[in-house]
């Protein structure tokens, strides 16, 4: 088998698992679980520049604010793992603290969105998920909602634009919504 069809039928079960995952989860009961298993699920569906990395071996970095058990399981999902060819780490991050050589971050308190510190990341390199009513509004790339007692997301294009990053279709099929928000 090719090396181009293996990948496509690779990213073709990914697919499928995070779709199963994503029907298979009720929100409440494990909620940070499944939170924890998307935000490692979607670093394999976005493109980042070549610019968002130091080097080659430079891992990928899924930050977490405001939501420290998404964080806790997230570390224990990511411990030794890859995404296209690179290590992941999983940090925890305080308001206020840099955003260098992070590329997804995921906002747990709603509050956060709005802050001065956050509005400043959305020009970077940096897919930035939410969990609140309007996430996408608010200017989040991706946010998870509650549908019929399972956890799902919807995604903002504009946003993925304006962070310089690519989104695979495979995911957007997935999302309960996908909006082009200003």
Same mark, same amino acid.
């Given at each position: 088998? =090719?090396?181009?069809?293996?990948h496509r039928r #690779?990213?073709l079960?990914?697919g499928?698992?995070l =779709?199963? +995952?994503i029907?298979?989860h009720a929100? =409440?009961?494990g909620?940070?679980?499944? /939170?924890a298993?998307?935000?490692? /699920?979607?670093?394999?569906?976005?493109?980042w %520049?070549?610019?968002?990395?130091a080097? @080659?071996? &430079? %891992?990928?970095?899924?930050?977490?604010v405001?939501?420290d058990? !998404?964080?806790?399981e997230?570390?224990?999902?990511? @411990?030794g793992r &890859?995404a296209q060819?690179?290590?992941? !780490?999983a940090?925890?991050?305080a308001?206020?603290d840099?955003l260098?050589?992070?590329h997804?971050?995921?906002v747990?308190e %709603?509050?956060?969105?709005? &802050? %001065?510190w956050?509005?400043? @990341?959305?020009?970077?390199p940096?897919?930035i998920v +939410?969990d609140?009513?309007?996430?996408l509004?608010a200017g989040?790339?991706?946010?998870f909602?509650?549908?019929?007692d399972?956890?799902r997301f919807?995604? +903002?294009?504009?946003? !993925?634009?304006?962070?310089?990053? /690519?989104?695979? +279709?495979?995911?957007? #099929?997935l999302?309960?919504?996908? !909006?082009?928000?200003?």
């Amino acid at each position: 088998m =090719s090396q181009p069809r293996r990948h496509r039928r #690779a990213l073709l079960l990914a697919g499928l698992l995070l =779709s199963a +995952s994503i029907k298979g989860h009720a929100v =409440s009961g494990g909620a940070d679980e499944v /939170k924890a298993a998307y935000l490692y /699920k979607f670093v394999g569906y976005i493109e980042w %520049p070549d610019s968002a990395f130091a080097g @080659a071996e &430079t %891992p990928i970095v899924i930050g977490v604010v405001g939501a420290d058990p !998404v964080h806790a399981e997230l570390v224990r999902v990511v @411990a030794g793992r &890859t995404a296209q060819g690179r290590p992941l !780490v999983a940090r925890r991050l305080a308001p206020g603290d840099g955003l260098d050589g992070v590329h997804l971050l995921y906002v747990g308190e %709603p509050a956060l969105m709005r &802050t %001065p510190w956050l509005q400043g @990341a959305r020009e970077r390199p940096m897919l930035i998920v +939410s969990d609140m009513p309007q996430g996408l509004e608010a200017g989040s790339a991706l946010n998870f909602v509650p549908v019929q007692d399972r956890l799902r997301f919807e995604a +903002s294009l504009r946003a !993925v634009e304006r962070a310089g990053l /690519k989104v695979s +279709s495979r995911l957007l #099929a997935l999302a309960q919504r996908v !909006v082009s928000v200003p």
